[in-house]
């Protein structure tokens, strides 16, 4: 009796349909509606069946659009030629050596006093990017790249991290994390990983756009469940949620983890420091593929930044920068801390710079100058 009501329900519905739309409005819908139950199908029981259907001419903007629409991971594949060969990978922005040339020089323009870390990051992403090019499978272990960011509160590794993740894939996708925010393990393993039925906000992310930039800060005050998850998730570059639909793949995601510490002396290995001085131990220290120490910075590049951090605050308001009074840096470089290092520096800009901006806006000179104060 029930399947004769759901066929009786479904032939009034298809009458209606059929009255109101046409036929061909009735076909289409029947198509998009069945590949959509096609995609949904292949993207839980059969990915390596739907990476293949991606990559047919024509069928990839459909797929992902369908896999977005359906909230399943869209399909990744490796890159081929038209001969076969592996080729780099269509959505990369950095596949040519003069391509990491520029991403260095690039963000060392905007992430000032750091030039050795960006070397360093840049070097590792170029080589990883070229053994991922090469690899004729795709069932290479790992994300894309995976590095960590140790030093003091305060200098620019979050801010480094991101400018690098903005350089990487055409959808500059970055997502933060703070490990800071949740003190109970529970919460915090639910909330970035998820639980029972639930997805947790990193494979959420991930899911919704698997070539990403992740950026999880405060390492060293994540609870051990967390950085044991993370280190699995680093080792097979998958994760498979508990009762939550098919596994998420992170193998074209590029991992900064920041950890807060004291400066490593340069006589000091990194990866050693990192794994004998902070919580996240060996097990994180070794998968990273670059381990770099972010020290403090001295007068001159403290003045730089500050310099820097004025001319952005100017031009989101539409004004240009002219001269800053010698006095005026040496006052703000004297209020970086080591405790809080820039931190605080953008509402001390802020408090600065309200007077000149507001006296630019009110006669409408296009740059202003900061000059000390008269007292």
Do not use: N
Request: glycine share 6%.
């Amino acid at each position: 009796m029930q399947w004769l009501m759901t066929g009786l329900l479904a032939w009034a519905l298809l009458q209606v349909a059929l009255r109101h739309l046409g036929w061909a409005a009735v076909l289409t819908m029947t198509a998009v509606a069945a590949a959509a139950a096609v995609v949904a199908w292949l993207a839980v029981y059969d990915r390596p069946r739907l990476a293949w259907v991606s990559a047919r001419p024509g069928c990839r903007p459909v797929v992902d659009f369908l896999c977005r629409s359906l909230q399943v991971q869209p399909a990744t594949a490796p890159a081929a030629d038209s001969e076969g060969e592996p080729a780099p990978d269509p959505e990369l922005m950095l596949t040519e050596p003069a391509d990491f040339d520029r991403a260095a020089e690039a963000l060392k323009s905007v992430v000032r006093g750091h030039d050795a870390a960006i070397d360093a990051l840049v070097a590792a992403l170029r080589q990883k990017v070229l053994v991922r090019t090469r690899s004729r499978s795709d069932a290479a272990a790992g994300p894309l790249a995976a590095f960590v960011l140790a030093g003091p509160e305060g200098i620019g590794k979050r801010q480094l991290a991101g400018r690098m993740g903005q350089l990487i894939y055409k959808r500059r996708s970055v997502a933060y994390f703070d490990l800071s925010e949740h003190r109970d393990e529970a919460a915090a393993v639910a909330d970035l990983f998820g639980s029972d039925g639930s997805l947790g906000r990193l494979p959420s992310a991930v899911r919704r756009e698997p070539r990403h930039t992740v950026v999880l800060d405060r390492l060293d005050v994540a609870p051990a469940a967390v950085l044991d998850r993370l280190a699995k998730l680093l080792a097979h570059g998958r994760w498979q949620p508990a009762g939550a639909g098919a596994a998420v793949d992170f193998r074209h995601c590029v991992f900064h983890l920041l950890v807060r510490c004291e400066p490593i002396p340069p006589a000091q290995d990194p990866r050693a420091a990192v794994a004998e001085e902070t919580p996240l131990g060996p097990a994180l220290a070794t998968r990273a593929d670059e381990v770099v120490a972010m020290g403090r910075l001295d007068r001159r590049q403290k003045a730089d930044v500050l310099a820097l951090l004025m001319e952005r605050h100017c031009r989101r308001h539409g004004v240009a920068l002219g001269r800053i009074a010698p006095a005026v840096l040496a006052e703000e470089v004297a209020a970086i801390s080591d405790a809080h290092g820039f931190s605080l520096a953008p509402d001390r800009i802020t408090r600065r710079l309200l007077g000149p901006l507001a006296r630019a806006a009110q006669s409408g000179v296009p740059q202003i100058d900061v000059e000390a104060d008269p007292s």
